[in-house]
C-alpha cells in the first residue's frame, strides 16, 4: 500500500513536472515563436520596401528615357514643319511636346523623396522651358509660311548650348538612378537572405513543435506552405523587374542608335537643302548674268563714246557735246538701273510684301526675261489686267515668273515662243498670270509630282527640282494658288492665281506715294557734313551738294566726324545734315552715326549706300532716310529736302 501511495506521488510529481515543462517549453517555445515571427514580419517589411525601391528606380529610368525619346520626336517633327510647313507636323510636334511636359511632371512628382535628383528635375525644368521657347519661336515662324526664318530659327536652335544642357541632365539622372538601383538591389539581397534565414529557423521551430503538438505542427506546416508560395511570388516578382530592368536597357539603347540616327539624317538634310538652295539661287543670277553683261557692255560704250565726244567737240561746238553727256547720263542712269534690278534679284531678304501693279511689274522685268531665255525664243507680253494691283513681294514674284520661264526655255530647247498674259477673273477679285510655252509637254507622272520639293526631271547638275517649289510656295504665302496645264509635245501652261487688292489698300499706296512726291522746298540752305570714305566719290557728293545751294563740310575719316561736329559747335555754328556712306574702314556709318547720337541725339542724318546687302541690315540705320548709288542731283535734293523737314531745334542740337 505504502508502495502503491509513493508509485502515485512520484508519478505525481512527474506529472507536474511535465506539466511545468511542458508549459515551460511552451512559453519558451511561444517567446521563440514571437521572436521569430518578429524577425520574419521585419524582414519581409524590408525585402518588401526593396523591391518598391528597384521599382521606383525602373520608373524613373523609364521615365526619363521617355522623355528623351518625346523630345526627339518633337524636334524632328519640328524639322519637318519648318521645311515642308505642313500643318500635321506642326501639329506633332505641339503633341509630341506637349506629351514631353507630362512625362516631366510625373517624374518630377517620382523623385520628390531624392533631394539630388529633385534638383537635377528642377534644373531639366528651366532648361526645357527656355528650349520650348527658342522651339516655339520657330514653330511660329513656319506656322506664318517663314520658312527661311524658320529654318533659321530652328537651326540655330538645334546648335544652341541648351541642348547639350538637356541631354547632360538626362543622362545625369539616369546615372544617379543607376547607381541607387545597384544599391538597392545589394540591400534587398541582403533582406531576402535575412528572410530565408529566418524562414529555417522557423522551420526548423515548427519541426520541434511537432513533438510537442500535432496540432501546433499541422499549423506551422500551414503556414510555412503559405510564406513559401509567398516566397515564389516575391521571387517571381523579382525575375519580373530583371526582364523589365532588360527591357528598359534595350528599348533605351534602341532609342539611342535611333537619336542617333535622326540627328545626322537632320544635319545631313540640312546641309544639302541649303546647298541646293544655293545652287539654285546662284544657276539663276547666273542665267541673268550671261545676258546681262551684253546689255551692260553696250552702255558702257555709249558713256564712254558720249564722254570721249564731248571732251572733243567741247572747245568749238558745245551743242554737240551736250548733247553726247546726255546719251552718256542716260547710258549710265540705264546701267545703274539694271545693276540695281540684278542686286535686288539676287539678294535674300524676308517677305516684305508690298502693293504691286502686276502689269507694270512683268513689263518692266521682261527685259531680264528675255536675257536669260536668250534671242531664239520670242517673248510676247499679252498683258490685260492695267489697273489691277496685287498684295506681294515683288521680288519673290520676279523669281517666280523667272523661275517659269527658264522651266519653259528648257522645254523648248531654246527655240520656240514664250507667252506672258495676264487676265481679270471678271469680279475684280483675283488675277491669273499665265506662262505658255510651246514645249515638249509633260507626261502624266510627271505631272503629278511637278510641286514636289527637289523633283527633277533634268540631267544631273543642271536643276535643283526648287523651282516649282517655290512658284507653289510664292502663290500660297501671297494667298493664291497655282494651276497647272500640260499636253505631252503641246507644251505648257501654268497660271498662278493671286488675289487683287483691296480698293483701300491701293488708295493707300498711291496716297503715300503722292505725300512722298509732293516734297515742300527747305525754307534755307542747310550746313550738311558729308562723310566719305573715297576721295573722288567723296569730291562729287560736295560739288553737289554744293550745286544744290547747300553748305558742304567734306570728311574722308568717319572718325574724324565726332572732332568736326565738336568743332563746328564750338565755332557757334551747327551741322543740319550728316550725309553717311555705309560701308567705311575701321568704322560703319551706322557705328559712326551711333557714336554721334549719343552726344548729340537730335542729329539729323541721311545714308548713301551702293550695296544692296545693306538692305538685310535695315535695323542699323534706325529710322534714318537711305539715298541708294548711283543717285542723280535730283534724287539727292528730294532726300535732302525730306531730311530738311524734321529739324530740330537749336536747343536740341546744342544737348549732349
Known amino acids: 500500500m505504502f508502495e502503491r501511495d509513493g508509485d502515485t506521488e512520484t508519478e505525481t510529481r512527474r506529472e507536474r513536472l511535465r506539466f511545468w515543462l511542458t508549459i515551460g517549453m511552451a512559453t519558451m517555445l511561444t517567446g521563440i515563436v514571437g521572436a521569430l515571427v518578429l524577425l520574419l514580419v521585419r524582414a519581409n517589411d524590408n525585402y518588401d520596401r526593396s523591391l518598391g525601391w528597384q521599382t521606383q528606380s525602373l520608373e524613373v529610368i523609364s521615365q526619363t528615357r521617355s522623355l528623351d525619346a518625346t523630345l526627339a520626336r518633337a524636334e524632328a517633327a519640328l524639322g519637318r514643319f519648318a521645311v515642308g510647313l505642313q500643318k500635321e507636323d506642326g501639329r506633332v510636334f505641339e503633341q509630341q511636346w506637349g506629351l514631353a511636359?507630362?512625362?516631366?511632371?510625373?517624374?518630377?512628382r517620382t523623385v520628390r523623396d531624392n533631394a539630388v535628383q529633385a534638383k537635377l528635375v528642377d534644373e531639366l525644368t528651366q532648361e526645357m522651358d527656355r528650349r520650348g521657347s527658342q522651339l516655339g519661336d520657330a514653330a511660329l515662324s513656319a506656322n506664318y509660311s517663314q520658312t527661311v526664318a524658320a529654318i533659321s530659327k530652328y537651326h540655330a536652335a538645334g546648335h544652341d548650348a541648351a541642348l547639350g544642357r538637356i541631354d547632360r541632365l538626362l543622362t545625369q539622372i539616369i546615372g544617379n538612378e543607376r547607381a541607387l538601383?545597384?544599391?538597392?538591389?545589394?540591400?534587398?539581397?541582403?533582406?531576402?537572405?535575412?528572410?530565408?534565414?529566418?524562414?529555417?529557423?522557423?522551420?526548423?521551430?515548427?519541426?520541434?513543435?511537432?513533438?510537442?503538438?500535432?496540432?501546433?505542427?499541422?499549423?506551422?506546416?500551414?503556414?510555412?506552405?503559405?510564406?513559401?508560395?509567398?516566397?515564389?511570388?516575391?521571387?517571381a516578382e523579382s525575375d519580373r523587374a530583371m526582364q523589365l530592368e532588360q527591357a528598359v536597357e534595350a528599348r533605351t539603347a534602341e532609342l539611342e542608335r535611333a537619336n542617333i540616327a535622326l540627328r545626322s539624317e537632320m544635319t545631313e538634310r540640312e546641309a544639302a537643302e541649303a546647298q541646293l538652295r544655293q545652287a539654285q539661287k546662284m544657276e539663276a543670277v547666273g542665267q541673268l548674268t550671261g545676258g546681262i553683261a551684253h546689255d551692260f557692255n553696250n552702255m558702257l560704250a555709249v558713256v564712254v563714246g558720249g564722254l570721249e565726244l564731248a571732251q572733243r567737240w567741247l572747245p568749238d561746238t558745245p551743242e554737240k557735246a551736250e548733247r553726247h553727256l546726255a546719251n552718256a547720263l542716260d547710258g549710265a542712269n540705264r546701267a545703274a538701273d539694271l545693276t540695281r534690278r540684278l542686286l535686288t534679284f539676287a539678294r535674300s531678304e524676308p517677305a516684305r510684301p508690298e502693293i504691286t501693279a502686276v502689269d507694270d511689274c512683268i513689263a518692266s522685268f521682261a527685259e531680264l526675261i528675255e536675257r536669260t531665255i536668250g534671242d531664239r525664243i520670242a517673248l510676247t507680253l499679252d498683258l490685260n489686267a492695267d489697273g489691277l494691283a496685287c498684295w506681294l513681294d515683288r521680288q519673290q514674284f520676279e523669281n517666280a515668273l523667272l523661275n517659269l520661264a527658264v522651266n519653259a526655255r528648257d522645254a523648248m530647247n531654246g527655240h520656240g515662243s514664250l507667252t506672258i498674259r495676264t487676265l481679270d477673273d471678271g469680279n475684280g477679285k483675283a488675277l491669273a498670270v499665265q506662262v505658255i510655252d510651246t514645249g515638249c509637254g509633260m507626261p502624266p507622272e510627271v505631272l503629278e509630282r511637278v510641286f514636289d520639293p527637289f523633283y527633277t526631271t533634268k540631267p544631273a547638275g543642271q536643276g535643283t527640282g526648287l523651282g516649282m517649289s517655290q512658284v507653289f510656295a510664292f502663290c500660297r504665302q501671297s494667298g493664291g494658288e497655282v494651276q497647272i496645264s500640260s499636253i505631252e509635245g503641246d507644251g505648257t501652261s501654268v497660271a498662278m492665281l493671286l488675289p487683287v487688292a483691296k480698293p483701300q489698300r491701293v488708295a493707300a499706296a498711291a496716297s503715300d506715294n503722292d505725300s512722298d512726291a509732293a516734297v515742300a522746298a527747305p525754307t534755307e540752305a542747310l550746313s550738311i557734313l558729308v562723310v566719305e570714305d573715297d576721295q573722288r566719290v567723296l569730291a562729287a557728293t560736295v560739288d553737289a551738294v554744293e550745286e544744290l545751294g547747300h553748305s558742304a563740310v567734306a570728311c574722308g575719316n568717319p572718325l574724324e566726324a565726332e572732332r568736326l561736329v565738336e568743332s563746328r559747335l564750338a565755332d557757334g555754328g551747327r551741322f543740319d545734315l550728316i550725309l553717311s556712306d555705309v560701308l567705311m574702314p575701321d568704322i560703319t556709318g551706322p557705328e559712326m552715326?551711333?557714336?554721334?547720337?549719343?552726344?548729340?541725339?537730335a542729329l539729323s542724318v541721311l545714308f548713301v549706300t551702293g550695296y544692296s546687302g545693306d538692305a538685310s541690315g535695315i535695323a542699323s540705320f534706325g529710322d534714318h532716310n537711305v539715298l541708294r548709288k548711283p543717285f542723280t542731283l535730283n534724287a539727292l535734293d528730294q532726300a535732302i529736302r525730306r531730311c530738311g523737314e524734321v529739324r530740330p531745334s537749336e536747343e536740341q542740337r546744342l544737348a549732349s
Not at 519541426?207 to 508560395?229: K, M, Y
Not at 552715326?593 to 541725339?601: F, G, H, M
Open 101 to 108: 511636359r507630362q512625362y516631366l511632371a510625373r517624374l518630377d
Open 593 to 601: 552715326v551711333a557714336q554721334l547720337k549719343r552726344r548729340w541725339p
Open 181 to 235: 538601383l545597384r544599391e538597392r538591389n545589394r540591400v534587398a539581397a541582403a533582406d531576402r537572405a535575412s528572410l530565408n534565414q529566418a524562414i529555417l529557423l522557423f522551420s526548423l521551430l515548427g519541426a520541434a513543435a511537432a513533438a510537442v503538438a500535432i496540432g501546433a505542427t499541422f499549423s506551422l506546416v500551414r503556414a510555412e506552405a503559405e510564406r513559401r508560395v509567398a516566397r515564389r511570388e516575391q521571387a
